[in-house]
């Protein structure tokens, strides 16, 4: 009935998932049943989207549902009515809720108070939807993930790097986040998570080191912006040709976008890299259906 983090996931629900979002990628346009049939769905974002808000919609519609989207300031949210209170008004009148916005227990709480389906559409704790389209990407790109040497680059403590930690600890790659030391994830968080095979370093050349997949995102998130010291930290840790020369022979590049070309990585590497970032924004389309056809199973 929730989709709401990585950590609360497990190894088998996320194999089942992607399982299902792989079918229902090859399947687009031809699914005989329609599990959202007769229901709306309420997209609730505090922050902004391209791809979530779009993939979301068009993922609903091609379930059979409706969509009503309601930013912040479309709804009493934005004028300071509590999450508990929207979650119990919108728990009797719509069938399932997606979500974006700022505390992870605003997603908590919206499940708890509404009773209804409730996706996390991206929190400053997790982006368990993107994990899945990454996760598919690479299984369509490289075969699999066992095996491989996952590196991400940039800020080691957002949403992306703790949902790809906690994706695997349950899936068992090796995974290194490579950030400078104030961007690296707490003493406290490693301990919850408590996987040998992810490790931390502040030295982005150690971590590319035959490394098979490169994921990057933005230096600073949603709700960080004019943090200009923290951005001046990241100068070592554009995705580039040089850090790519480290990869092994088959590398392939992942960034969940928007991208900030001359940052986080260079217009040369994200171009060279377009196919797999764009088949990866599209996954999220598939994934997505996946995760709304199982909640409502
Ligand atoms: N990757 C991602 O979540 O993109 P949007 O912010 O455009 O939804
Ligand atoms: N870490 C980024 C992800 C954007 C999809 C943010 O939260 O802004």
Same mark, same amino acid.
């Given at each position: 009935m929730k989709f709401l983090s990585i950590e609360e996931s497990n190894s088998h629900e996320l194999e089942s998932l992607l399982h299902l979002a792989a079918e229902m990628k090859s399947t687009r346009g031809t699914? /005989?049943?329609? /599990? $959202?049939?007769g229901q709306t769905w309420a997209l609730i974002f505090t922050k902004a989207s391209t791809r979530t808000r779009v993939s979301f919609e068009v993922g609903i519609r091609e379930l059979g549902g409706n969509v009503m989207f309601l930013s912040k300031n479309d709804i009493q949210l934005g004028r300071g009515e509590p999450i508990k209170d929207t979650a119990r008004v919108l728990g009797r009148m719509v069938h399932g809720a997606v979500i974006r916005t700022f505390a992870q227990q605003d997603v908590e709480d919206f499940y708890s108070y509404s009773g209804i389906p409730t996706v996390n559409a991206l929190t400053d704790e997790e982006h368990p939807c993107q994990i899945l389209a990454d996760l598919l990407t690479i299984r369509e790109k490289l075969?699999?993930? !066992?095996?491989k040497k996952i590196v991400f680059i940039g800020d080691g403590d957002n949403n992306m790097s703790r949902s790809w930690m906690w994706a695997a600890k349950y899936l068992g790659f090796q995974f290194v986040v490579a950030a400078p030391e104030s961007c690296l994830p707490p003493k406290e968080f490693m301990d919850r998570l408590d996987a040998s095979n992810v490790t931390l370093t502040t030295d982005p050349a150690t971590a590319a080191r035959d490394a098979d997949v490169i994921n990057t995102d933005v230096w $600073?998130?949603?709700?960080? !912006?004019?943090?200009d010291e923290k951005e001046a $930290?990241?100068? @070592?840790y554009q995705v580039n040709s040089e850090l790519l020369?480290?990869?092994? @022979?088959?590398h392939i590049v992942l960034h969940c976008l928007p991208a900030y070309r001359g940052k986080e990585i260079t217009e040369e590497i994200l171009e060279a890299h377009a196919d797999t970032v764009f088949q990866q924004a599209e996954n999220r389309l598939h994934a997505q259906k996946a995760v709304l056809a199982t909640l409502v199973e």
């Open positions: 699914h /005989p049943n329609q /599990p $959202l049939a075969g699999t993930w !066992e095996g $600073l998130s949603m709700g960080q !912006e004019g943090q $930290l990241f100068g @070592d020369s480290h990869c092994a @022979d088959k």
